[in-house]
């Protein structure tokens, strides 16, 4: 008999967890392997940016400008010679830092604003929910260009701006769970011991909707990114001193005629890093399903 065959046998008599069985159906997905691992490398080499770096982020030489990629600068530098492969580095850590702090800020409001309306129900959960699309009916992109005008343009009021806009669908996600999971006789029991709503909420019912949480994360980090690569874009994001792939794209653009490489390899780092999340997101999507696990 086959080794994986008997290993699978065994395993199904010990039992295994949601997660355990989770784990083993997204490492047979190798799209999501594959963007996990290159997630994971851009999050390793961004955290030691500052000691692997080939030059110092503030080095420039004037006479040398922008040079195509060579033996000294591998992904060539810009109009003022600084090294394209530092800045890319350097504005990889404002990119990731802007899509996991911006996307836990949208999920610390959605979760807490959806879990509430979706327990509580009734008239508490009609008022939360209809400020809700009233706030989805505004453009979303005014509002956070206004903060930017009115508060000015800051890395931390960035993240704070983004997380705020993007909570609206999490809260949605978690009523539908709220609703679907206050039913079972877990949380009937929690009630009849006496628990208070927000033990039960935090405690119980939180904890057993962490699949569609997990997922939506995934999948809200690259549009929070792409997002703040819009911003930047347009000049309403993060400002020099600090750069962004955002930002590197948008001075590429300005010069892509004349140094291509300014806007391919930021831009390249970009789309490599939103595919890899999307995948990774899909595959713990389809991983968590346990429905369709079943089929």
């Known amino acids: 008999m086959n080794t994986e065959v008997i290993q699978d046998i065994a395993q199904a008599e010990e039992g295994t967890s949601l997660w355990q069985d989770a784990w ?20 390793v080499i961004a955290l030691l ?11 420039q030489n004037l006479d040398l400008g922008a040079t195509p990629p060579s033996a000294a600068h591998w992904l060539g530098t810009d ?20 899509g996991f702090i911006a996307t836990s800020v949208a999920l610390l409001i959605g979760v807490s604003w959806g879990a509430i309306a979706g327990y509580v129900g009734g008239r508490t959960d009609a008022i939360m929910m209809r400020l809700v699309d009233i706030l989805y009916a505004l453009p979303f ?5 206004l903060l930017m005008v ?26 539908g769970q709220m609703q679907s999971l206050r039913q079972q006789e877990f949380v009937e029991a929690a009630v009849s011991l006496g628990l208070p709503p927000a033990t039960i909420i935090r405690r119980h019912l939180v904890p057993n909707a962490l699949g569609p949480i997990i997922v939506y994360t995934t999948l809200t980090i690259p549009s929070v990114m792409l997002l703040e690569a819009f911003l930047s874009f ?5 400002q020099p001193p600090q750069t962004s792939w955002g930002l590197l794209i948008s001075y590429g653009a300005e010069t892509m005629e004349e ?3 300014l806007l391919i390899y930021p831009g390249l780092t970009l789309t490599i890093t939103l595919f890899s999340l ?13 429905r369709g696990s079943k089929d």
Request: charged share 15%.
């Open 278 to 290: 999307n995948f990774l997101g899909d595959g713990l999507r389809d991983a968590l399903d346990v």
């Open 150 to 175: 009115v508060f000015g343009r800051n890395v931390i009021l960035l993240f704070l701006a983004i997380g705020a806009v993007e909570w609206l669908t999490m809260a949605r996600i978690m009523r």
């Open 259 to 261: 140094y291509p490489w």
């Open 24 to 43: 083993v159906r997204l490492r047979k997905n190798h799209l999501a392997v594959l963007g996990l691992v290159v997630l994971l490398f851009m999050i």
């Open 49 to 59: 940016t500052p000691w692997i770096a080939p030059y110092a982020y503030d080095a």
């Open 234 to 238: 347009l000049g309403l994001g993060i």
């Open 79 to 98: 109009v003022f010679g600084r090294d394209l492969l530092t800045q890319i580095m350097y504005g990889g850590r404002i990119s990731l830092a802007v």
């Open 141 to 145: 992109m005014i509002f956070i260009v």
